[in-house]
């Protein structure tokens, strides 16, 4: 249903890395079909027509898929809708009157850019230390040679759907990234082709990630605002993985 | 004057029968050997499954590469968004699939527009993906038993595609940034995010590098290979509405072209039949619904135009299922060209549905009274859910609106066998690349392509090419080419910088798209190409004039990487009209009104069309020479497509 609502958008407005922040007030006048981000679209628009700067968020699918986008709105990452990226909420979710508070991902991990950007790329750095198969190209057997039980490669995809948005961080009180780390070690354990390489994978993963991010003391924040509904289980499954992985290495280097 | 064409193009397809060409091809080719591998540095731009797969093979033979990405991570390439599948001649259903029939269905599919010897190869190396990719822990679907599961897809009439949910992309892209970053952590590959490439830099007729801008500190910086790749996706986003995501663009291919790159096939595009309609002015961009849907949706709308009651209450014979109605044979699996342009014929018609009356039903009732509730729900669950999110409305019980959108884009820079373009170390790769389909793809074929393309068919061909140049040395960065590369792009962005206009690159960019949209979309004729041949250069010389970039160049500034981009997509709207005006038959994803059958479907002219036409840029406001590639088959008989 296309109505129309007038809002008022509270906005972190930031130069630099190093400036002072601070908010920007700008009434908004939107009908609920649009998305989020269109609302924002157009406000920049009319910054622009103004004469004053566009306020830079990022985004690219607009599908709840590729991870670009995250925001904090009325201090949730991704705002109020479960299991809903930024991107893919709608006006519909806001009544007339409201008070719309935006700002970017809050993480010691996650310095801010400029307004609402933020730069992410510790959770590459994760993937970097382990978060792989190694198989060269070419190097592949037949692909139904390895059987997978069906429940195991659906629980497998469950972690695997995670978009490295990082609003599990954003949303941890310790801006922990316990949750993007135990989806990835939990989708190739879950797997044959990942076995040779769990223990390695799992202790070098984890190592990386303690040297960017705060540690994770269970508050369960991270699930309610993962767009893609990470199960907590995987945090634990990491953690049972991270201690055998601990015994396995040392027993394993003792034998070179 | 035109120019009058010149058979100028060498693909450089090898000799013999094409069941063996690639296996003998292998053989013959120059290799380069494990250890002088090291030497040469190749430059790939893109980390789509073409880019990540093709950056982390060389990096694994030994090759030092340079990845770079406008994105702020490897993983959030466009292809992350594909959902339904991707295809490999497997034939694990044993239902008669084989590489010569993917092959076959290729070609046709592509209306005979695409050469047959590339085509072939991908079917070939098609089933070597799904190995390569199952190994790196994509989770395909699988059966009970454990094996892969297979679904028909798009038209087919086996069942090859293989899927991960509705998050195909996803899952494979996800595969290939892994092997990627695997390739950064070893050293062999060395990233950079948020780089935008803005020229390609040609010495002596060869390509010798690139130049780039970085996002966040706005330095432009030169860089030198003896390769360069271009894994940088389709031109979608020249329509403005598009199912690609916000970022994509041409620059890259665009800039190559202005350094001597032939642009092939600008006006094959590929609008997907099944995307949720707009739903006001301001929408940013158009989404998808998987085609899968069309496997157990059925397509109608109201017979009477100006129907006003809701779908619930039409009965069924005042339902016009105009699919199976006119092509009983493939009903709503008819390939992605048949229905969209029917579906703009019924909307033209006066027959769209929803608030806008621009769409047609997409209706899962049969379905669902079928198969019940749960089975859907299994199949196509969280595509309802995200039709849901954006509508408001469920298609449990109400039917979906679909009108069609552009998608993809076949057309693109123009390649040889290699998949080298016309100029010497410069590739082509995916989408980028005017690529394998003819003018038209099938679905699930592209992903499959992007991957071919980097994983089994570029790390081979570029050794033959880079083994010549054993103990060159790169050309310096210094190098006046680059020097005044860098040159180039500073003033061009102090330029847009210092235009004091009053309207937002965004206004410029939409205007620009319902022009492209409207003239050159799902259906052109003359008397439009026309028009939009002279609508655009008006558009652009306002948009030179008067568009508004706020803000300084060093620093984090959307607008002025979003302005060299449009300026990009004006010039390449204005070859796609002058190629469709060229092009004057109907073929695939082109459909001239002027050649249609008394049935309303394309009508081909083999005899003066077989061809590719690749562009020449001859420099700003001078019109492009075209060259033709002869089209010979010799493995698939040509006929008329008909889907009856
Ligand atoms: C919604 C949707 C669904 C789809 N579903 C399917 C499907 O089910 N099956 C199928 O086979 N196909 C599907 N496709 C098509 C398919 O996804 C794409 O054709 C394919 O993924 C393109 O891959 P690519 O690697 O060539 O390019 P992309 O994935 O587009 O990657 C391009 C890369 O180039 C980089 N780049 C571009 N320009 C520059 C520049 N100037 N400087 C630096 N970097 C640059 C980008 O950062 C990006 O990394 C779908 C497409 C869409 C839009
Ligand atoms: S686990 Fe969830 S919240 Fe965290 S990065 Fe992945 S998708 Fe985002
Ligand atoms: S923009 Fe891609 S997930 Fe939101």
Redesign the interface.
Known sequence: MNDTISVTIKVWRQENPDAPGRFETHPQEITTDASFLEMLDLLNEQLNDRGEEPIVFESDCREGICGTCGLMINGRAHGPQKATATCQLHMREFEDGDEIVIEPFRAAGFPVIRDLAVDRSPLDHIIESGGFISVGSGAAPDANLTPVAREAAEKAFDAAACIGCGACVAACPNSAAQLFTSAKVGHMALLPQGQPERWSRTEAMVEVMESYFGSCTNHGECHEACPKEISLDFIAYLNRDYVKAKVKNRALSGQR | MEPTPTPLLDPKVPNGPIADMWENHKFSMNLVNPSNKRKFEVIVVGTGLAGA?AA??LG?LGYRVKSFTF??????A?S??AQGGINGA?N?PNDGDSVHRLFYDTVKGGDYRSREANVHRLAEVSV?I????????V??????????DNRSFGGAQVSRTFY??G?TG??LL?GA???L??Q??AGSVELH?RSELLDVVVKDGRACGIVTRDL?SGEITPHSAHAVVLATGGYGNVYFLSTN???CNVTAAWRAHRRGALFANPCYTQIHPTCIPA??D????L??MSESLRNDGRIWVPSASDEGRLPGDIPEAERDYYLERKYPAFGNLVPRDVASRNAKTVVDAGHGVG?LLNGVYLDFAAAIERDGHDAIAARYGNLFD?YQ??T?ETPYSTPMRIYPASHYTMGGLWVDYHLMTNVPGLYAIGEANFSDHGANRLGASALMQGLADG??VL?YTIGDDLADLLGDPVVPTNDPVFTSAVAGIEDETGRWLSTDG???V??FHRELGRMVWDNIGMARNERGLRQVLSDIPALREEFCRDV?V??SAN??N??LEKVGRVADFFDLAELMARDALEREESCGGHFREEHQTTEGEARRDDENFSHVAAWEWNGPDIAQTRHIEELTFDNVALSQRSYK
Not at chain 2, 282 to 285: E, V
């Open positions: 797969s982390a093979t694994e994105h702020d991570s490897p993983r959030r466009h992350i968004a497997k694990y070597n799904i190995d390569q990719a199952t190994a790196q822990g989770p395909f679907a699988r059966d009970y038993g454990g094996l892969l991960a949910r998050q996803q899952q996800l940034y892994s092997a970053m695997r950064v952590a995010n966040l995501a916000m970022m739903s006001d301001f929408q940013s961009k989404t998808l608030p995200m999110r954006i408001g994983y089994f790390p009053t309207r937002s965004d206004h508004r706020l803000g620093t984090l959307q607008s």
